[in-house]
């Protein structure tokens, strides 16, 4: 089962959910928000309930730690630079600092998480 | 007391520019004589100049050469009693320079919409004719997605404090900025004006700002299509564009460009001007391109694209035609989108716009040859569609930096990205195995970053939008021009893109992944996504031709 009746009602109501929580920002009404997220909720558990009904997919199963742990890493990075520049107060620091951050930003992203993804990958088998 | 002030300004630089024409006149009939000081011009002046004006009889006969349309005549005046006066003439001038900006910023930001027509010939036409409807339709309701949810909110939070920009009038309705302080510093985090252009963001100046952005936050998000073309399930695609034009691209796009933390960098803490990135290397290139790497990892790739040795196999396109005139569209598009970003042709040091223009030519010219000539020296032919993709490459590299550098600093950018662009295709390929159909990972992520952290080498300090940038005075330099502190300042830029942009565009999608999943069932992927997920094939009349075995067996795995 492809594109469906099923999925284009969810998406309706993703949208509709969608657009009252921004009416509810905007007009400050914590009514209107409740109510908008509550219907985003639901589409997403519309979502949800014709996912397994779609048929399997050409992917093997990836470990969600590892996922989560080169998640962390790429943040981890971040957060060295935004560090960094508190730390020292000089370029050259502050640029080697940057320089540092990015390294394990990039160890997560190019290194942790395709090896997460590829683990148990569907073209190994 | 703004209004009296600007009346007063507008006031003296129409005295200032009428006794400059005055004397230059005088200079040229008698050289030899000494420039004398011209005395402000008069009322009675002004009215005779007035009464000189073409008649409506005069009109009435037409006007072949030109010299009879646009006079004195033409100036509003707010007194029929009293005629016209200085008041009416320092208005009009106003108006006028407001008036030019507005026209530049719109025609610009048109032709930047019409770069989604570009996007999705080179996706369609990099992807099998079995996809060609499907690639087609998600650049095309990409535009959808992404305008309602940036209506709804994402221009709120990217440009909802972004108030002061004298080319489009001040934008004043846009006051209003969400901030926190650390170490004794303010920062701004996201903006608070401007949800669904209602209230008093109903204001011309906020509505041409809006689509000039509306279609640069489009472009981030057509470049996830791309890596995720051939096996995006189309609902998912459609949720996570609407999630990433209301949330992911317009934050980052704040703290670049509506006023946030990132340029505040310098004003905060001494980074030269603060992160600058002039029309979008890191907030529109980067920002797809990595949240394209982190959809691309989840949604995994397309069958037959790997051996079991981890081998890639090449999967062609069905229309390099397709793929090299959208490169083209694109290119042109690319006029809009540089030039275009400085938001005004009149004006606060916007004539450099000449030199933008240039920029941008040459480092897509330089990118074309960086790709073609590594190609052809490395591997034997001048391949098509990587051919194209140094042009991007050149194009997207030179985006940031092409508002402060020479012609010299964008062919090296351009060059630099054409190599850049083949190398990193083949590293997210071969390394990293992740099945990426149009390379849209390496020309928009590899080297969006690259043309950031080329604004911090190559920025040549001739630069000059109204003697400041990001509120700190001077010209933006690099470090071959002599400021380190600018590339410092890129460098924070680099890595909140790689840790929050890539990270939070991960998470959400991860999220997605649990609810809707990403990725078509193999049977669909095999079909192709045509008729299963559109009801109809790109090319209905075309006869298939049979593909290898591996692009055709459903792995084991997928129906166990």
Redesign the interface.
Known sequence: ???NTG?GR??VT??VG??VT??G??LSNKLLLGVGLIVVLVS??Q??KL?PL???????PSPIVM?LFG?FL??????I??FG??LTGG??G??VL??V??GV??FG??YV??AA??KN????? | MNLIRRYCLSLCMLTLGIAMSVAAHAQAAAPAAAPAAAPPPSAAELKDTAAKAPTTADLAKGDPGGSLTGTVGDVPVSDTKTGLTLGDTASQVGQNKVAINFVWTLVTGFLVMFMQAGFAMVEAGLCRVKNANHTYMMNFFVYGCGL??YW??GFAIQMGGAAGNSNLGGLQPLNAEHSTTI?GKTWNLWGQTG??L?GHTYDVGVMVLFLFQMVFMDTALTIVTGACAE?W???TF??SS?LMG?FTYPLFGNWAWGTGWLSQ?GSN?G?GKGYCDFAGSGVVHAVGGLTA?AVA??V??R?G????D?SPNAIIGHDISAVLIGCFILAFGWFGFNPGSTLGASANGNLRIGSIAVNTMLAGCTGTFGAILYMWALKGKPDASMSGNGLLAGLVAITAPSGFVNTVGAAIIGLVAGVLVCLSCAFVES????DDPVGAISVHGTNGLWGVLSVGLFADGTSNYGGSWNGVTGSVTGLFYGD??Q??AQ??G???L???V??FS??LN?VLE????H???????IAG?DI????QLGYPEFVFREEAGNFTE???????
Do not use: D
């Not at chain 1, 790429?74 to 957060?79: E, M, R």
């Not at chain 1, 990958?121 to 088998?125: G, L, Q, T």
């Not at chain 2, 694209?305 to 079991?308: A, Q, S, T, V």
């Not at chain 2, 299963?532 to 009801?535: F, Y």
């Open positions: 089962m492809a594109a999925q969810g998406f993703f949208l969608f657009t921004c009416a920002l905007y997403l558990f979502f949800l996912k779609e048929g399997k997919t050409a992917q093997g996922k998640a790429a943040a981890l990075g971040w957060g630079t935004l520049m508190h370029t050259t502050r640029i940057a320089l951050g990015i930003s990039l992203m190019i998480l395709p993804f590829n990958a569907i073209w190994k088998a | 309602l949810a709804l909110i170490f949800m669904f209602s096996r399930k189309f609902l459609a949720v609407v209301a960098l803490v980074l790497l990892l989840i995994g790739p069958i694209k790997y051996n079991r981890g390394v990293m195995k992740v380190a502190s590339l410092a460098l924070v680099i890595s909140t790689l840790g929050f890539f990270t991960f998470l991860l649990f609810f809707i999943g990725r078509v069932s193999a049977e669909t992927e996504l299963p997920e559109m009801g459903v792995p084991a795995a997928a129906v166990a």
